[in-house]
């Protein structure tokens, strides 16, 4: 069945959350079910050749759907959120162009957030003054103390950026001391999609358990040769090369640290990458929540919501 369409907006389903609950084969049954196509919204699986790390969708995972974003940059090149934005608008329309459902899937909570509210991202302003002199008060204090500027100019602006977010903090006293105006009393974007934003999620010591089993099988899967591979064409400063699960190994490759150190810290900065995975989705995104790891027969709550969003009334396919 092709999507029907009762709203002025492109509609687009997006699947958040957490890394290692279970959303890329989400993505493919709700694609199987309602003739839709998958774009990836993960900011590292752009890259070719990093596949056991980033964990992936296989051509078997796939099932026969199709998808897009994936092994399109080389970990050589760096990729922005505004070329993320640029291609996965182009990937939507063309899947809308052919009549199926664009579903965005992927844990960079900004990355889709970019998208569905097609947040200006043309890249970085060019350095002011106010920006510069800012900079030195930080270099000067502390982040906290800068945050503390912010909070008395700004405190609706403070209260949503914390403290150690000091590009953000600048950001918004900057702007505060070029234009007169806060951040917060900006207008709020205005959204380029009907989104429907699934989320899913588990118990947190569940999660955390799967988060360490997925990073045995990567290691027993072969990343510590997949990384070596990398570091024989890409510096280790590359920006492909700071993704959490190689930036890690690249000490152990080079002699700086021992392997248990090494994936110790993997899981480690994996957990506290998740946490921070669901506080944006949280907070940031108008996010509907399931969990499928406890609750596997949830999907069929998945599989209503999204019908009913689609304003689909028949039996869904299979």
Known sequence: MNVKKTTTLPRVLMIGGPTAVGKSALAVQL?????????????????????????????????????????????????????????AKAAIAAVAARGH?????????FYLNALRLDLPLGGAAPPSPARAALQQQLAAHD?????????AI?????AKIPAGNTRRVIRALEVWQETGQRVSGQP????AY???????????AVLYARINARVDAMLTAG??????????????????????????????????????????LIKQHSRHYAKRQLTYFRHQLPTEWFDLVGDPAAITQVQARVAAWLGENSELAR
Do not use: C
């Not at 709020?188 to 959204?191: L, R």
């Open 188 to 191: 709020a974007p205005t959204p």
């Open 31 to 87: 694609a199987q079910a309602f003739h839709g196509e998958v774009i990836n919204g993960d900011a590292f699986q752009i890259y070719r050749g990093m596949d056991i790390g980033t964990a992936k969708v296989t051509a078997a995972e796939m099932a026969g759907v199709p998808h897009h974003l994936l092994d399109i940059v080389d970990p050589t090149e760096p990729y922005s959120a505004a070329q993320f934005k640029r291609d």
């Open 194 to 204: 009907d989104a429907l934003v699934i989320g899913l999620t588990t118990d947190r």
């Open 154 to 158: 700004d405190p609706a602006s403070a």
């Open 223 to 264: 990343l510590v040769a997949e990384v070596q591979g990398l570091l024989q064409r890409v510096p280790a400063s590359a920006q492909a090369l700071q993704a959490i699960g190689y930036k890690e190994l690249v000490p152990y490759l080079q002699g700086d640290t021992d392997l248990a150190s090494a994936v110790a």
């Open 143 to 151: 982040p906290e103390w800068l945050w503390q500027r912010l909070n």
């Open 101 to 109: 459902l664009p579903i965005v899937v992927g844990g960079t909570g």
